[in-house]
């Protein structure tokens, strides 16, 4: 539909129930108060009216329509981009839009169905379910090792250059701990600083620094010999990665299969901790399209449980967050 045509729909609709649903200036629009209460009740009439289409369907062991995903540049590139793919060989029907972007996305404003959010979540009414884990480590290119020196211990770390995720004129800070479960707060000063992982990454491949990056984002580099562990025995303390979905009263049958999909993508990748030993990403058409299907198994008017997020220690604990009880036939833990 035009632009134009969404504009009158949209001018109509105000004159007719009397208030602003519409903030314009111009260079953007914004929803008003109103305009965002009715568009969450007019979302949960959609995703009902999606719901019943999915229940006659069900047969058919098909999901349509269209999936709206945002995620992390580098969890989007690396683990969400090819487990989409497999999503959509079991339901080609399925059309999908996948947003990469470190900056934090609305998921009412940009009509979002999934949000995958890793660390900790903000005090949120959404509801989330939790789809893998993931550590960082202290890695460097060999050729920085050489010029200076090895680590023996992460005081060490403060001595050297980093590559942060951000620009900052005083020292950053990060925790690292081992397998006896001691911690250590370093702080280190950045003297490249850069706004996404891959660019991160890049910079510590050439020798620009050390970084603190994600198994999953530089397992194969480790793999490859191309970065180093600086502290094989160290990383950073496990975090959640979860799949967040908007306000409703159902969560859509699309946006179940994605999480069954990126369940299955991490828990079939080995991740072995303070070994010195690397993951290997496992290729994802290997995932059993019977398995994706399964998901057509759960009723879409299936209300999911609300309960707060699990998280490993009191101090993580995000009040307010929402966890969907996944069947585990659909979800295997």
Request: glycine share 6%.
């Amino acid at each position: 539909m035009a632009k134009t045509m969404v504009s009158t729909h949209i001018q109509r609709l105000e004159a007719e129930v009397g208030v602003s649903l519409l903030t314009r200036t111009t260079r953007r629009l914004n929803l008003t108060d109103a305009g965002r209460r009715f568009y969450e009740a007019a979302r949960d009439i959609v995703l009902a009216a999606e719901a019943a289409i999915d229940a006659i369907t069900s047969d058919n062991a098909a999901l349509r329509g269209t999936l709206r995903i945002t995620a992390p540049v580098d969890y989007g590139s690396l683990v969400v981009a090819p487990a989409v793919v497999a999503l959509r060989r079991a339901h080609p029907q399925l059309r999908i839009q996948l947003l990469c972007d470190d900056r934090y996305v609305d998921l009412v404003s940009d009509n979002i169905d999934v949000a995958i959010r890793l660390g900790t979540l903000a005090d949120s009414s959404h509801r989330s379910i939790r789809v893998g884990s993931y550590v960082r480590w202290a890695v460097a290119a060999p050729q920085f090792v050489a010029e200076h020196g090895a680590v023996r211990k992460p005081e060490d770390l403060a001595k050297l250059p980093l590559v942060a995720s951000s620009d900052s004129s005083r020292p950053l800070s990060f925790d690292l701990v081992n397998a006896h479960g001691l911690k250590k707060r370093v702080r280190c000063q950045s003297v490249i600083a850069a706004n996404t992982a891959p660019a991160r990454r890049a910079a510590t491949l050439a020798g620009g620094g050390f970084a603190v990056l994600t198994d999953f984002s530089v397992g194969a580099d480790v793999t490859a010999g191309r970065l180093v562990r600086l502290l094989p025995a160290w990383e950073t303390p496990v975090a959640e990665i979860r799949a967040v979905f908007p306000p409703s009263d159902r969560v859509s049958a699309k946006a179940l299969a994605l999480g069954h999909v990126l369940r299955q993508a991490v828990d079939a990748m080995p991740r072995p901790r303070f070994a010195g030993d690397v993951i290997r990403v496992p290729p994802f058409p290997g995932l059993r399209a019977a398995s994706i299907a399964q998901v057509d198994a759960f009723p879409p008017s299936c209300t999911p449980v609300r309960t707060r997020a699990r998280v490993a220690a009191p101090r993580n604990r995000r009040a307010g967050v929402r966890s969907v009880a996944f069947p585990s036939a659909v979800l295997p833990h």
